[in-house]
């Protein structure tokens, strides 16, 4: 039975070594992240000052993890932000004379003072402003009377502005711009997607400090016998500071006075760092910890806030503390997944029989509340051994992870009564994901490609969130940089056809994209500004066509110059579009995979009527269908190249032959559509029938 158990165990261990991917891999949740941090980057922070600016982080699992297991470990998107005319200090610490580049040049500063009754838990106190001086840069300040900064709740849910200190809560909340509905959690407001493809976002808004707090003094300096982390991680660490979010304990959420102005500290950036500073090992164990408990309705997570409830937060603790406190070795050496993760649960249920779960970076803050009935969940953790955690691993996870693979795999699990037959069934999933991982990560980048086009056009973009953009992609995908380019260009060219060229955005917008035109109005010819812009935005859209294409040119068939050939047509150029489209329909008329082109407005102005009018149409019969499905507003390469190759050839007047054999691929692209590809359909269809009009009508002449 040991060694039946033993065989489990390593089985379950090499599985996931190989199936947990490591960077560099594109996750789809970074670009929903980035999403989120850019459209709250585009908000107004303060309706008195137009140029004050939400600063948003993606923290939570989408920032810590760089693994990417087959199952999700990320249930949600964690944004926190804060806005650039408010700070906090450490009580006691001199005014700052210099700040980021991100901050205003007048700064709100709230002093931090600490509640000696609960440990983690602060005051805010309002205390002086920061104005910048424009000569040299540096910061001087003036003095408030000191008041306590009260919790506002529509305010501490990111629903609004800034409460600057001469407006008074009504008029406050006459000013709330509210983005978007959803429900209060704690100090999050969680944002439900369900509705669409895409995670639900819980954003919580909180006070950045750049000072590293008192309460957590003695986190750099402490003594650690395996050196983790070390001093560049520290340093790091230190360096961020911390934030500090608007909530009260758990233990005084209702209470009159303190509920209304008790918040706590968040370490969410140093643990970011942490958390990617750890072995792929570490990683994989903190995932499957995670996934086990929330599997076995042993946690929840509804707030994070690491108090009251046996959450996520006190799984993390867990892991830091492990990491801190295990030598190398013990993670590295005859490497047992199993095993690690049973002793770390049994160490979990040493914590909660003692009602003790000490924080990792403030010294004397239990993360555990004697109000929580932890005592059935203690016991069930203490019972767990390796051979039962073994098995539940295989029936829990490596079974779900057999769901996602093909049938004849699928089927192996069906007698695995052996570690032999186990071994085989789980190898086969092994193989699978590792032979398809580049044609995963491929979709993967369709999809965004996808989703980054409708998240800029459904959102109009502005100077904050074009730089926030901007930031995320360069940091999830280099490649992604070139398209988002391209399609911010498009969408200011259009931006500007259909507005003229009078928005200060516009304005400040060309100006970072690095356009050197000539902005005043009195000279500025905007057909001529729209053309160049076009222009520029094909030449970024052609250069990710290349990298794409020399990345998955062995699970796609990817032509380059597709956007080259709409760019001639919207031209007139049609010779150099016949040119470049014939040769894109040759290599693509018998491919298996290849890219689409989404029919945005941003594309639609460099398309003629007949596409625009088959899109409407498709708007005006479901209005929902941009949103909820992709394939109803895309068309592949193969018809875009057909459609722009028979235009020309109709424009440009070929003969009969040329056009009958075009009406032959035609009839295969038609054979090769699946059902549900319905704007390639109609297209498709609507060619057919020019090619055949002018077919007749050159047999009736010749009659």
Known sequence: MADECCDVSRIVTTFLLNTCRLPPRLRRRDIEGARHCAELAGERADIHDIEAEVIPLTTGSVAEFYIKPMLPLVGDIDVMYHYNNEMATPQ??????????????????????????????????????????????????????????EHDQLDAHGLGIMQAPFMSNSNYANNVNIRDKGVIRGPALTTDNSHTTCLSVDAVRCVRCLVWPTQAADWPTRHRNYGWPDSAIVDRVVSNGCDVVRVAHPRYKEHELIGRFQHRLSFSRAEIVLINSWMPVQQIVYHLLRYFIKTQRLTDCADNSGAGTLSNYHVKTLMLWACELKPRS?????????????????????????????????????????????????????????ECLSVWFINNYVRQCAQLCPVDILRLFDDVSSSVKLQNAVSEIVCWRVNTSLRDLYRTIHFEEYFISLRVSEKSVNIRSYKCWMNQVKKIDKRFSEYFLGFALLHVARKISRNGFSDDDTVTLLTLLGRNFNLHKTELNTSELVELLQKSAIEYLTTYRQVVARDFCSVATIVTTDFEALYAYKRGDYQRCLQLSTQNVHMLLYALRMPDVSTFPEFIQVLDDDIVSLTALMQIINPECRLLNSRNVCITQLTLSLYLMTQCQLKLHHSVTSLAQTLDYITVAIKKQPPGFTLDQLTLKLIERKVYQRLKFTARKVV
């Not at 838990?121 to 408030?144: A, P």
Request: proline share 5%; net charge negative; aromatic share 14%.
């Open 330 to 386: 013990w993670w590295t050496e005859d490497i047992n997944l199993v095993r690690i993760c049973v002793e770390l649960l049994q160490t979990l249920s040493v914590w909660l029989t003692d009602t003790r779960c000490p924080h990792y970076f403030v010294y004397n803050c239990n993360l555990l509340d004697n109000s929580l009935n932890v005592k059935n969940v203690a016991n069930k953790l203490m019972s767990i051994d390796e």
């Open 92 to 149: 006691g610490h001199p005014p700052p004379t210099q700040l980021p580049a991100e901050f205003h040049n007048y700064v709100q500063v709230v002093n931090i003072v600490d509640d000696s009754d609960t440990p983690g838990y602060v005051y805010l106190q309002v205390r002086y402003l920061l104005t910048q001086c424009i000569d040299d840069g540096k910061y001087s300040y003036f003095e408030y009377d000191e008041v306590f900064y």
